[in-house]
C-alpha cells in the first residue's frame, strides 16, 4: 500500500506506460502538422506544376449541365487514389458550402472556383499536410520496435521537421502520400513478421495496394509485405517468445537473429506445415494487395486500353528523361541529392551505413525489411533518366528510423559504459539535433513565407500593363492568363453565377507554344512567327528558352524565333529570380509588339494565320493548337479565320483522335454564331458518322442533342 493509496496493477502500469508513447507520438505529429499548415497558402490563387489531382478529380465532378458525373478519370500517369481522395474532399467542401449559404448550386460552385480557386486549394493542400504529419506515427512505432523509445523520439521528429518532406506536403501532389503509405507499409511488414497472422496479413497487404494506388513505384512495397511471414520465428506453439515480465514480444535486438533457439524442441509435423502456412499468408498478403489497388484505381482495369497507352508515354518519359536535363541513368544524381537537399549528409550518411550494419550484419529484422524496399525502389528509380529529387521521398522516413535507432543503441551501449552513463544523456539529443540541422537551418526561412512566384509577379504586370484583348503568346512556365481557352469551358449558368458575383477579370487571347518532353525539336514548327501575324506581346520563358539555348544547332528554328523577337519586338518588363526583389521561380521576359495598336479585340481587321506546313510529319499537338487558335479568333467575333483554324485542327485529329469530338463541337459553336445552326447541325450529324471511335461518336451525339434543345435550332 502506498502512502497516498493503493498500488496500481500491474495491468493499470502497462495501460499508463503504453498512453505515454502515443501523447509524445501525438505531440510531435502536431507540431508536424503545424509546420505544415504554417503558410500553406503561399502563391495562392496561382498554382504551378502541381494539382493534377485536384484538377482531375475537379473533371470528374463535371458540375454542369453539359457535364456528368464520371468516376473514370482518363488519366492515368498516376493510379487514381488520390484523385479519388480529392474528389471526396470537393464533395464534402460543396455540402458545407452549401450548407453554409456561400454557394447556392453546382454552377455556383464551379463560379467560386473560376472567381477564386484559393479555398479550393487549400482543401487540396490540407490533405497532402494531413498525410504529411500523419507519416510521423508509423516512423515512431517503426524506430520505437527497432530500438526502444528514444528512438522513436528521434525518428518522429527527424520526419515532422523535414524540410523537403515540408515543402511537398503544401502541394497537391502524390509523393508525401507514398512515403506516409510506404511507411506504414514497413510497420504493417513487422507487425506481419512478429506474429504472423491472416488478419495481419491481410492488413499489411491493403496498406501495400494502397500505397500501390497512390504511385506505380509504391507496388515494390509488395516485396516486404511478401517475405515478412518468412522473417518471422516460431516456437513449439506456432508464436514468437514473448517476454515474462510483460507479456509483450520480447525485444529482437536482446537475441539476434542468427543466435535464435526455439524455446521448445518443434516436432517434424510443425515444422513440415510451417513453410506452408507461411506461403499461405504471403498470398494472402498479395491478394489484399491486389484487391486494394482494384478498389481504389479500378478503371485501370476498367479502362485498360487508356490506361496501357498513358502507361507507355509515362515509360518513355522515364526512358527519355525531362527535356533538358542530361540522360541516362539518375544513380549518382539521386547519390548527391540524398546526401544535399534530400537527406542532407549527416542522416544520409548514418541511414546509409546503419542500415548496411542491421540488416547484413545484424540481420535485424526490421532493417531487413526496410533493406528489401528501399534497395529494390532506389535501384528501378534510379534506372530512370527522369530526375526529379521528390522521387526520394518516400525514403527519407525509412532513413530517420534507421539513422535514430543507431545514435539510441550508441547511446545504449554508452550508459552500459562505466563513465559514459552521464555523457548518453546528452550525446542522444546533440546526435539528434545533427541529423536534423540541415532541415533546423532552413526552418527560418519556411517560417518567414515562400518568395513570390516570379510568373504571378509577371501576370499582376500585364493585368495593369496590357490592354485587355491582346493577343498574348507564351512559353510554357509562363503567368496564366484568363483566356478564351478557359472561360469558353464556363456553362451559361457559371458565367450568371459569376456576374451575380460582379466578377471581373481581364481576358487576352492566349496562344500557348507547345513544348515536348520526348523528341523536343518537333516544336520548331510551332515557332514560326507568321503563325500570330496578330501578337501584342510574347512571354519568353528561361525554363523553356535555356534548354533550346544549351544546343542551337538541334534548336535552329527556335532560337531564331528569340532572335526575331529582339529584332522586332521591345523588351516591355523582365522578372528575375536572382534580383534581390524578384520572386522564385523562372525568368519570365515580356515582349511587346510595337507595331499593334489598338490591340487584338479592338482592331477593325487581322490577318488570319499561315498555316503550319503539311509536308512535315506530325509533331503532336496541332489539333489542340489549332482549338486553342481558334478559340481565340471567335471569341472577338473572328468567325471565318476562327472556322479556318477548326479546319486545319479537324484535318489532324487522324493522328490524334481524341481530340475529335472536342474540335467538332467547338467548329459547330462558330456555325451557330455565323447564322447558321442547321448547318451546324448537319455538320454534327455527319461528324458523327465519321467519328474514329465509338467514344467519340458518343461525345459528338451529346452535343447534338445539347445543341438540339437551345432556342433557335430548328433542325437535329
Known sequence: MSPTGPDPSPAARGAAQGRVPLVVCSAIALAALALRLHGIGWGLPEVFEEAYPFKEAWEMWGWGPQRGLDLNPHFFKYPSLTLYLQFLVQGILYVAMRAGGIISSAPDFRALLAADPTPFYRCGRAVTALFGAATVFPAFELARRAAGPWAAVVAGALVAVSMPLIAKSQVIEVDVPLAFFVTL????????????????????????????????????????????????????????????????????????????????????????????ARIVLSLVALGGLVAAFSLT??????????????????????????????????????????????????????????????????????????????????????????KADRYLLPLLPAAAVVAASAIADAAAALRRHPRGAKLSFVALPLAGLALAWPSLAELPRHLAGARPDTRALARRWIETHVPEGSFVVSE?????????????????????????????????????????????????????????????????????????????????????????LEARFARAAVFDPFHPKGGAGPEIVIYRNPARNPPFARRASVAPPESLDTSLPPAGGEPFFYYNLGLNYEWWGRTDAALRCYQRGLSFTRFEPRYYALVVDRMAEALTRRGAPDSAMRFLAQAESAAPSPAQAEQVRRSREWRSRRPGVRGR
Open 185 to 276: 507499409g514497413l510497420l504493417g511488414s513487422l507487425e506481419l513478421s512478429e506474429r504472423p497472422g491472416l488478419r495481419k496479413a491481410l492488413t499489411a497487404g491493403v496498406v501495400a495496394g494502397l500505397a500501390a494506388s497512390t504511385k506505380y513505384p509504391g507496388l515494390i512495397l509488395a516485396l516486404p509485405v511478401a517475405i515478412a511471414p518468412f522473417l518471422g520465428r516460431t516456437g513449439a506453439g506456432g508464436e514468437r517468445p514473448r517476454s515474462k515480465a510483460s507479456g509483450k514480444i520480447a525485444r529482437e535486438k536482446s537475441v539476434p537473429p542468427r543466435r535464435e533457439r526455439h524455446p521448445q524442441p518443434v516436432s517434424k509435423t510443425k515444422a513440415v506445415h510451417r513453410g506452408p
Open 297 to 386: 484505381s479500378p478503371f485501370v482495369l476498367l479502362d485498360r486500353g487508356t490506361f496501357l497507352s498513358q502507361l507507355a508515354e509515362e515509360r518513355e518519359h522515364m526512358a527519355m528523361g525531362h527535356f533538358g536535363v542530361a540522360g541516362g541513368a539518375s544513380w549518382w544524381a539521386y547519390a548527391r541529392a540524398w546526401f544535399g537537399p534530400v537527406a542532407g549528409w549527416p542522416m544520409g550518411l548514418l541511414s546509409l551505413a546503419g542500415l548496411a550494419v542491421y540488416a547484413l550484419g545484424l540481420r535485424r529484422r526490421w532493417a531487413i525489411l526496410i533493406a528489401s524496399f528501399v534497395v529494390p525502389y532506389y535501384a528501378i528509380v534510379g534506372s530512370w533518366s527522369m
Open 476 to 564: 510554357f512556365y509562363g503567368p496564366s492568363l484568363l483566356s478564351p481557352l478557359e472561360a469558353s469551358r464556363w456553362d451559361p449558368e457559371v458565367r450568371e453565377a459569376l456576374a451575380r458575383r460582379k466578377f471581373r477579370a481581364p481576358l487576352y487571347a492566349v496562344q500557348q507554344l507547345p513544348m515536348y518532353q520526348v523528341e523536343p525539336e518537333r516544336s520548331a514548327r510551332f515557332y514560326d512567327p507568321r503563325l500570330y501575324p496578330a501578337a501584342d506581346a510574347v512571354i519568353v520563358t528561361s525554363s523553356v528558352r535555356d534548354r533550346y539555348r544549351a544546343d542551337p544547332v538541334r534548336f535552329a528554328a527556335q532560337l531564331a524565333f528569340y532572335d526575331t
